[in-house]
């Protein structure tokens, strides 16, 4: 055999080992965890602690804490459910490919969170429930799921040493927005209170004195003179 012929039997088995790489369903989910690449899966079963779907033929599992950001009641009602997962562990030696939807999930969220940020402006006024108190202040739900803080100076009008003088949690409140920094909304009560104040206070009316009481004035003032 010729250099020529050793050569192309060479490139040959080289291109017949890359196929077959390849062709490994391993490997591909290993590409699949360093890509980052985004599965639509079909969960096909329920086991011990999570659930199990198929990548590329191989038994993949899901964690419980990795199928949801929140705690999962009934792991049943997930059965036969399409979810968006990640591979974020792929060893063949021990036959363990582990899946999460948790990553995708966050990611989701913090895109709708932005969304729905950039649509709150200062000034505006919302309605919200009390979700917390802590010693600074009041966390508030507002209406459209975000949460914002009301300081403790931004509560009353009056002077208070804790929260819970005026606040309970679930109480209904009108908060008005007066500031967003680094995705923090900060919101006030007591703005509204001193905006309702001032549109309740009377207008003080300036009368003016009839021409008859200046004419008598004038008339007492000189009569009072003595030339």
Do not use: C
């Not at 591909?28 to 969960?43: P, Q, S």
């Not at 990548?55 to 399409?82: H, M, T």
């Not at 363990?96 to 969170?113: G, H, N, T, V, Y």
């Not at 802590?134 to 009301?150: D, H, K, P």
């Amino acid at each position: 055999m010729d250099n020529e012929q050793l050569m192309e039997n060479t490139e040959s088995m080289a291109d017949y080992e890359e196929h077959f790489d390849d062709a490994n369903p391993w490997n591909i989910v290993k590409d699949y965890l360093e890509k980052g690449t985004v599965l639509h899966v079909t969960i096909e079963g329920i086991v011990n602690g999570g659930a199990i779907a198929m990548v590329e033929g191989i038994r993949g599992f899901i964690p419980a804490s990795r199928l949801s950001l929140s705690y999962i009641e009934d792991l049943e009602s997930y059965l036969l459910k399409e979810v968006d997962v990640k591979v974020i562990e792929a060893d063949q030696a021990q036959g363990r490919l582990i899946l999460s939807a948790r990553e995708i999930l966050r990611e989701q969220e913090k895109k709708a969170k932005e969304e729905l940020l950039a649509s709150v402006k200062v000034g505006s006024v919302l309605k919200g429930k009390v979700e917390s108190l802590q010693t600074y202040g009041a966390f508030i739900r507002l209406e459209n799921g975000l949460s914002g803080l009301v300081h403790i100076s931004q509560i009353s009008t009056q002077r208070i040493k804790s929260p819970d003088q005026v606040l309970k949690v679930d109480d209904e409140v009108d908060v008005k927005v007066i500031g967003i920094k680094e995705g923090k909304i900060s919101l006030s009560i007591k703005a509204l209170m001193e905006e309702k104040e001032s549109e309740e206070e009377p207008e003080e009316k300036i009368e003016l004195p009839k021409s008859e009481a200046i004419g008598t004035s004038l008339g007492d003032l000189f009569k009072n003179l003595k030339l």
